[in-house]
């Protein structure tokens, strides 16, 4: 009998995943969540990584670009967490291959991928929202947060210079970075090519994990680029090169994102 998401009880959700464990998963990493198929349709991705404010990230991006065949974002269908804290997503299942299994230039994926970094950062921030995730009590985690992430949330602009500047600080550098100038727009953040899956009609890009999105100005998705595919030559270098050519990124915008991987290389360095 399958189960049905939307009604089960919680119990019986965790239940199912926990019994399918890593044997019968779709994905298990020694440190990652783990994906398990729960009916044809859905998947649940569950692990201590997985939290409401992936969730909630996820969910408002389906919501603000499900109408654009650039980029599609699974729908969520239900969150829980159990006793100990573990989160369990429940969304659509999206059948295809990943970026990482297709050629890179036979399929156009840099500039694919570099539209949907543009795409992106035309979704604005809901109205009172600080920089980061929606709905989270820890604050941004990812690469360019540092080991541990950030221990409480961005509750505006003045809280993210601080953090940053903090940092440059330790560098040495007689600097210091000012980005209420910028608006807040929608950031992936993790933009790894197996994040992405190719819809098997080939004209959309589904994006699958949200665990490190927020609102940041457009150029921290730019910023990232270059800590997550080191090993990726033939994406990483291009497609920074593309999208920084399609937004027309000003020397300021560059010059914020070098200060933004400082801070970076300080985080890995020191706990503050």
Not at 55 to 76: C, T
Not at 237 to 248: D, F, H, M, T
Not at 263 to 271: E, I, V
């Amino acid at each position: 009998m399958e189960l049905e998401v939307a009604i089960a009880t919680e119990d019986a959700l965790t239940d199912f995943c926990n019994e399918k464990g890593e044997e019968g998963a779709l994905v298990a990493g020694i440190f990652g969540a783990i994906v398990v198929k729960v009916t044809d349709n859905i998947v649940a991705k569950w692990g201590w990584t997985v939290t409401a404010a992936e969730a909630a990230m996820q969910e408002f991006a389906y919501k603000s670009l499900q109408d654009h065949d650039i980029v599609r974002v699974p729908r969520v269908h239900r969150f829980i967490q159990d006793d100990e804290g573990r989160g369990y997503l429940f969304m659509k299942y999206i059948p295809g291959q990943t970026l990482a299994d297709l050629d890179v230039k036979e399929h156009n994926i840099v500039s694919r991928v570099a539209k949907i970094v543009e795409r992106l950062g035309q979704v604005q921030a809901p109205p009172e929202q600080g920089p980061g995730p929606i709905t989270d009590d820890r604050g941004p985690r990812g690469y360019l947060w540092g080991d541990d992430g950030v221990r409480k949330p961005f509750k505006s602009i003045t809280d993210l210079n601080e953090w940053i500047n903090r940092r440059i600080i330790l560098r040495k550098m007689n600097e210091f970075v000012d980005l209420s100038p910028y608006s807040l727009v929608l950031c992936y953040m993790d933009l790894c090519r197996q994040n992405m899956i190719l819809s098997e009609d080939g004209k959309s890009i589904y994006l699958l994990d949200w665990g490190h999105a927020g609102f940041f100005p457009r150029f921290y998705e730019v910023a990232t680029l270059s800590c997550l595919n080191p090993y990726d030559e033939a994406y990483e270098k291009p497609l920074i090169e593309v999208v920084e050519s399609l937004l027309r990124m000003t020397e300021d915008e560059k010059w914020n994102t070098r200060m933004v991987l400082y801070a970076r290389a300080a985080s890995l360095r020191w706990t503050l």
